[in-house]
């Protein structure tokens, strides 16, 4: 059920915002464009850090902007959490008096997640006791979100948190991230511009251009779309969410099932029905219009042709229906004009490479 409801109107001169979003009431949703494309003055808006003249935004049923009927109200009344891309910890503080710092001044709301929960989410409970001088970047922000919980917000948003980390600290904090949609009950809305984190973290994705939302939705199924430039990246990809169905331990693979059907992987250290994000990229499905006999390609799968696009540099974009996830495949403009391939066809796909997101 929708329970964020984001419209505003904002004009710069040379840069204008207009969007019109409904978006869910729990998980993570994604903010992914480009510098420039107005992810973070959406996400201002929203926590009225940004006043636009033209907006309303509704949160669960509270009202915090309606431009027609003057109402505005200020941050500090907002009950939000903001995650800033430094963690701007008090450098005289200690973790555990950075947590703190603040607790008194807000009504304790009994559904909210406790303290000693957020520690324990985000691994940062041996950290209490020491400065912000003796943290890892990848540790600052794990507190600089567990500070921004621990006020018991309605909903937390998260602005390029890990864009001033080097990969290996953004390794380290990625799988906290990961753990925000499965044991919150607050919306995340996080703004970036790293693929690796729309496919790690959304759960919806909102793919911003030039002041607009050009497409929201169900992360694969908007990832998928053809009529985004994200489908025609080099990097496109699709995010799959499935369960470990068994080990095959003499092979070192595992078997993951999804709707519809199932993949062999390298071997995942996880028990039988952990649920997992596996990600497939474009550039690693091939298409034939018969189930090959004889293939060391381990995964083939029966899929029905919904959509094709002219891509760069030669290429098509298929996008493919298997059971019920959608799929993208980059093969050549060639070889789709001498397989026939046309929307509504039965194919078999060949999936080469994939990778397991958490």
């Not at 963690?87 to 008194?104: I, S, W």
């Not at 169900?218 to 998928?224: A, G, H, N, W």
């Not at 993951?256 to 996880?270: I, K, N, Q």
Request: a negative charge.
């Amino acid at each position: 059920m929708t329970s964020i409801q984001a419209r505003f109107q904002l004009d710069y001169g040379d840069f204008k915002l207009d969007v019109d979003l409904q978006l869910p009431g729990a998980g993570i949703t994604v903010l992914f464009g480009h510098s420039g494309s107005g992810k973070t003055t959406l996400l201002r808006c929203i926590a009225g850090l940004q006043h636009a003249p033209l907006g309303k935004l509704e949160i669960n049923g509270n009202i915090w902007q309606d431009s027609e009927n003057g109402l505005f109200l200020p941050t500090h009344k907002r009950p939000l959490g903001y995650v800033f891309q430094e963690a701007n910890l008090f450098p005289h503080l200690t973790v555990r008096d950075n947590l703190h710092y603040g607790l008194k001044r807000i009504k304790q709301n009994p559904g909210a997640v406790k303290l000693e929960q957020t520690v324990e989410l985000l691994g940062i409970g041996q950290l209490m006791e020491r400065l912000p001088e003796r943290l890892s970047g990848g540790e600052r922000q794990r507190v600089a979100i567990a500070r921004a919980l621990a006020l018991n917000p309605e909903i937390l948003l998260m602005d390029e948190p890990l864009a001033s980390l080097d990969s290996k600290r953004k390794q380290e904090i990625l799988p906290f991230l990961s753990r925000l949609h499965q044991q919150l009950d607050i919306p995340v809305l996080y703004v970036t511009h790293s693929q690796q984190e729309v496919a790690q973290l959304a759960d919806t994705l909102v793919i911003m251009e030039n002041g607009r939302a050009l497409a929201s939705g169900p992360l694969s199924e908007t990832q998928s779309r053809l009529d985004v430039p994200l489908a025609q990246d080099r990097e496109a990809a699709t995010v799959w969410s499935a369960t470990v169905a068994e080990h095959e331990i003499e092979y070192h693979l595992t078997r993951v099932a999804f709707a519809g059907g199932s993949l062999s992987l390298p071997m995942v250290d996880a028990p039988v029905d952990t649920p997992l994000r596996v990600q497939i990229y474009a550039r690693d499905v091939s298409i034939a219009l018969e189930a090959p006999t004889a293939t060391s390609i381990l995964n083939v799968l029966p899929a029905t042709i919904s959509g094709i696009a002219d891509g760069r540099d030669g290429q098509s974009v298929i996008r493919l229906q298997v059971g019920d996830q959608a799929l993208l495949a980059h093969i050549t403009r060639k070889s789709a004009l001498l397989l026939g391939l046309q929307i509504g066809m039965t194919v078999y796909v060949q999936i080469k490479g994939t990778s397991i997101l958490n």
